[in-house]
């Protein structure tokens, strides 16, 4: 696997699905979206699933977001 | 189902972890023993990269975490998590072979610096029993 090809491609899919991601929601909220070029393959109920799924491309080059607007909370962490 | 019965200290919850790449990865039966912290306060687990680049596990997706001064974008990485079940009178010791959850796990990165290697999350932690007693005996039940 290229690892600066997927660095790329998890960029590339990351910034189309922030521009989509209201369109997901609230139907897929909590499920997995699988993206390849900058496009949407499907929602998955797991990680798991959508991995199974994108490494069926064969080359490794895809990224997985969980359909989540909200942003990771540390809690007491959050301050360093 | 596994189970890990110890006594914390009373100030924090640690517990050593097996972490293995997905199964997909092609070095998936690779492993690193780390030191967690279980926090029920964080949404999410996060991973420190150092501990990520020894798995050889690479970025699979992004996510915002929320910091003190503004949320930051983070990678996240595909893993899965192992436990080491028993039951110890203080602090778990990473003995005999971990319990691997049986399913999957989307990681955020946490700072170069963490404190801790792992921060086990809600995300985790809600599909476990956490039993907390006032005589420092913690118990998670494993799904």
Same mark, same amino acid.
């Given at each position: 696997?290229? #690892? ?58 895809? *990224? ?13 962490? +959050?301050?360093? | ?7 914390? *200290? ?11 790449? +997905?199964?997909?990865?092609?070095? *998936?039966?690779? #492993? ?46 595909? #893993? ?34 963490? *404190? ?6 809600? @995300?985790?932690? +809600? ?7 006032? @005589?420092?005996?913690?118990? #998670?039940?494993?799904?």
């Amino acid at each position: 696997m290229n #690892i600066r090809a997927l660095a790329d491609e998890v960029d590339r899919n990351y910034d189309f699905f922030q521009r989509h991601m209201t369109q997901y929601l609230p139907r897929e909220f909590g499920r997995y979206a699988l993206l390849r070029n900058a496009s949407l393959v499907g929602f998955f109920d797991s990680a798991d699933a959508a991995e199974e799924r994108g490494e069926q491309f064969g080359d490794g080059i895809y *990224s997985i977001q969980l359909v989540d607007p909200a942003p990771i909370n540390l809690g007491a962490f +959050s301050n360093g | 189902m596994g189970e890990i019965v110890w006594r914390h *200290s009373g100030q924090r919850l640690r517990l050593p972890v097996a972490v293995l790449p +997905s199964a997909a990865a092609q070095n *998936s039966l690779a #492993i690193e023993v780390i030191d967690a912290l279980v926090d029920t306060g964080a949404t999410g687990t996060g991973l420190r990269p150092d501990v990520a680049k020894a798995l050889d596990v690479p970025g699979r997706g992004k996510r915002r975490v929320m910091t003190a001064n503004g949320d930051i974008l983070v990678p996240e990485y595909r #893993i899965r998590l192992g436990f080491f079940c028993g039951e110890f009178q203080n602090d778990p010791e990473p003995h005999g072979s971990p319990y691997v959850l049986d399913f999957g796990l989307l990681v955020h990165a946490l700072r170069e610096n963490f *404190s801790y290697q792992m921060l086990i999350g809600m @995300d985790v932690l +809600s599909r476990c029993d956490l039993i907390l007693l006032k @005589d420092r005996t913690a118990t #998670i039940r494993l799904p």
